[in-house]
């Protein structure tokens, strides 16, 4: 299966406890806008490069589209439609005012300059353009750009249409960027963790944890966990993994890591095979890289009871059913990494409004958001039992599913379920 059949999978299984009609189905499945661009640029040698850039603009039905940028080789049409699709239900499920997207290039930046990153991402901004922009489609960071990238992207747009740091979020800080939001997403994952443990009547004080990926999302996690006494004792990078069950010092090996460019060697720690990361003993599993990292061939091996996605897509619809029969608590994407979109909201809110708000009180509305989708979701788990995924697409797909019968003349595809 594609992770498209793996959202479409998730999505439908809410939507039959829902007992939505299959038009209503197809009106929420199908994206507005699908965008594919040829990027022709030259590298720093004077030869030509071609690159595929896709933007694919899920739904617009409860705001703005909203979604991240990925610089990947895997990255492709289906790709981006999955993961656009995922936004949609993300947004809805923190109740932020946004619909989704998402897109990327189809190029492998660790062969590429910085020089030939800024050609190829500002033609990019100049294909795409005119289907962007602060009230229509707001790209941010995901895996292979950051912040750098993305002030790239607000100045390119700005010189057609005027400054607009709208119409982008996760920039630097000193270029209109949100105090907080660097570090948002893997706090966000902090507080899905806090609040599923509690469920549990367990502290992260008594977890340990492993993390599959150290960028952006897994060392922010591994970090702000271990500050809250969580004791993280293995994670892996694309090179490799490395252990250590007295608790690996993560801030220590973020310093290697920003001086070696990865977690191998850390001399706090002995080494692992990369992928027995997902199967390693420890209480909670992050996967924090990219998707489908835990499939049928390794799902029954996993020794974590908890697995909160920090990563999109990161465990396929069969996997997943067997994490759960198995007793794993699977705390699903569209819920655990959404700390990134709503710090991004809170950029976007302040960029439209020329204000800028104290890093404490990003913390402070992130944390409430969060805790709040959490528990709603972990409640309506409880009521219906159903697992926390389902409970979070139910969630959503009522969300999604109001706002666009109220913007189409389709009310009467509405079920019951869907009002109360
Ligand atoms: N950035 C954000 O705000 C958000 C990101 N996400 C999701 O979180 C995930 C990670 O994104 P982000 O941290 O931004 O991306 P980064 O590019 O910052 O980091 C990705 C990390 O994953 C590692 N990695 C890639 N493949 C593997 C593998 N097979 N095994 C182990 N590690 C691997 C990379 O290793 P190496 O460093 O060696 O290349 C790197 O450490 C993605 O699924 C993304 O969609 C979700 C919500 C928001
Ligand atoms: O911050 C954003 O707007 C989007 C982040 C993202 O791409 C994601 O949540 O997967």
């Known amino acids: 299966m594609m992770m498209l059949d793996n959202v479409s999978f998730f999505f439908n299984r809410a939507a039959d406890h829902l007992g939505l009609d299959e038009k209503l189905r197809t009106i929420l499945l199908t994206p507005n806008r699908v965008v594919r661009v040829e990027i022709v640029t030259e590298s720093d040698s004077g030869d030509l490069m071609h690159h595929l850039g896709f933007r694919v603009q899920h739904s617009s039905a409860r705001g703005p589209m909203k979604g991240g940028l990925r610089y990947h080789p895997s990255m492709?049409?289906?790709?981006?439609?999955?993961?656009?699709?995922?936004?949609?239900?993300?947004?809805?499920?923190?109740?932020?005012?946004?619909?989704?997207?998402?897109?990327?290039?189809?190029?492998?930046?660790?062969?590429?300059?910085?020089?030939?990153?800024?050609?190829?991402?500002?033609?990019?901004?100049?294909?795409?353009?005119?289907?962007?922009?602060?009230?229509?489609?707001?790209?941010?960071?995901?895996?292979?750009?950051?912040?750098?990238?993305?002030?790239?992207?607000?100045?390119?747009?700005?010189?057609?249409?005027?400054?607009?740091?709208?119409?982008?979020?996760?920039?630097?800080?000193?270029?209109?960027?949100?105090?907080?939001?660097?570090?948002?997403?893997?706090?966000?994952?902090?507080?899905?963790?806090?609040?599923?443990?509690?469920?549990?009547?367990?502290?992260?004080?008594?977890?340990?944890?492993?993390?599959?990926?150290?960028?952006?999302?897994?060392?922010?996690?591994?970090?702000?966990?271990?500050?809250?006494?969580?004791?993280?004792?293995?994670?892996?990078?694309?090179?490799?993994?490395?252990?250590?069950?007295?608790?690996?010092?993560?801030?220590?090996?973020?310093?290697w890591v920003n001086s070696n460019g990865s977690v191998q060697n850390f001399p706090g720690a002995h080494a692992i095979d990369g992928n027995e990361i997902i199967v390693y003993k420890a209480d909670v599993l992050i996967p924090a890289a990219l998707e489908e990292a835990i499939t049928t061939e390794n799902a029954g091996r996993v020794q974590a009871t908890i697995v909160i996605e920090a990563a999109n897509g990161p465990v396929t619809c069969k996997a997943h059913d067997m994490l759960v029969q198995q007793g794993v608590t699977v705390v699903p994407d569209i819920l655990a990494n959404a700390g990134g979109v709503t710090a991004s909201y809170f950029e976007w809110s302040q960029n439209i409004q020329q204000f800028r708000w104290d890093e404490s009180r990003v913390v402070e509305e992130l944390e409430k958001v969060m805790r709040r989708a959490y528990r709603n979701v972990a409640d309506l788990a409880l009521r219906d039992d159903i697992d926390l995924r389902t409970a979070a697409f139910v969630l959503a797909i009522k969300r999604v599913a109001r706002t666009t019968t109220l913007r189409r003349a389709v009310s009467h595809l509405l079920p019951a379920s869907l009002l109360e």
């Open 76 to 255: 492709d049409e289906e790709h981006a439609a999955s993961l656009a699709s995922l936004m949609t239900w993300k947004t809805a499920v923190v109740d932020i005012p946004y619909g989704g997207a998402k897109g990327g290039i189809n190029c492998d930046p660790s062969k590429l300059s910085e020089t030939e990153l800024y050609r190829i991402t500002t033609t990019f901004v100049e294909l795409i353009k005119e289907v962007i922009g602060p009230t229509i489609d707001i790209p941010a960071p995901d895996v292979n750009t950051n912040a750098t990238v993305m002030g790239w992207i607000m100045d390119e747009y700005s010189k057609f249409y005027g400054f607009s740091p709208g119409v982008v979020t996760g920039k630097p800080v000193d270029l209109f960027g949100s105090l907080g939001r660097e570090e948002a997403t893997g706090r966000g994952v902090m507080y899905a963790l806090e609040e599923c443990l509690k469920d549990q009547n367990r502290k992260l004080e008594d977890v340990s944890v492993a993390i599959q990926g150290f960028g952006n999302v897994g060392s922010n996690a591994a970090r702000l966990i271990a500050q809250r006494g969580g004791k993280i004792v293995a994670i892996s990078d694309i090179q490799g993994g490395i252990a250590n069950n007295d608790g690996l010092d993560v801030p220590a090996l973020i310093d």
